[in-house]
């Protein structure tokens, strides 16, 4: 286990979990827990025996979003430097939610509990989000005058449509579990108490193929809403083509000859 100050890192037959560790706020976002975010996510994405991710929260929370004492703080700076401290944090923010979103590997969000503002927006950024009974998700930024910053505005009219978006958003109102399920918010719903051995087999059973093929996959997978057809085919024949030279790809096709030696 790799241990940071506000994070817990831990592996376990290929299976990461990164687990938010601010109990006490909630897993409230500060500029420290970003840091080690970013630093926890490279960490994943160079370890090849690493093949799957999945992330959740200490405590009842999953997070609370952006901590307040922090915005507090960025309130009072002089305020000819308001503006510009506004946009180097929202430079780190989009780091970490770009590592998360484009990891190389498939990430699921075990939300075990409120899943707020920037928290609901980082359970969006992985592939999959599997929301335990005591689950929520609420984007409430504008409820404290503020827009969705941390990939709300494009993950999430990507998962429930655009109408709902906006009403998830201009609202600011609670979703409990089975509600978000049936959006599309979340892709299961788990008991509380299963709820991180059920993501973790889930994420087992998502990282079993080749590596390569999965981070490739996942890369153009990624970009695809924002592509044409011709230029799907196009990253994916570039794709396919590194994918022949593989061992993964090498070792399948001669372990299939084999077995059909093996028949005959």
Known sequence: MTTFHSLSLSVDDGIATLTLQRPDKRNAIDDAMRA???AALDQVARD???RALVLTGAGK?????????????????????????GWSRQQRTHHAVAALHDLPKP??????????GLGADLALCCDFVVASSAASFAWTYVLRG????????YFLPRRVGLAKAKDLIFSGRTVAPELALALGIA??????DTLLPDAQAWAK???RGSTEALALSKAVLNKSFELSAE??????????????????????????????????
């Open 231 to 264: 230029e799907v085919f196009a990253q994916g024949s570039q794709a396919q083509a590194i994918c022949y030279t593989t061992s993964a790809h090498q070792k399948s096709i001669a372990a299939f000859l084999d077995k059909s030696k093996a028949k005959n």
């Open 187 to 192: 892709d299961r719903v788990s008991a509380a």
């Open 146 to 153: 503020l827009i969705p910053d941390g990939g709300g505005m």
């Open 107 to 116: 990430t699921i969000a075990a939300v075990n509990g409120a899943a707020t």
């Open 61 to 85: 929370a999953f997070c609370a979003g952006g901590d307040i004492a922090a915005m507090q703080q960025r309130a009072q700076a002089p305020a000819g430097e308001i503006a510009f401290n």
């Open 48 to 50: 090849s025996a690493i």
């Open 205 to 207: 059973e998502l990282g």
């Open 36 to 38: 080690e975010l970013i």
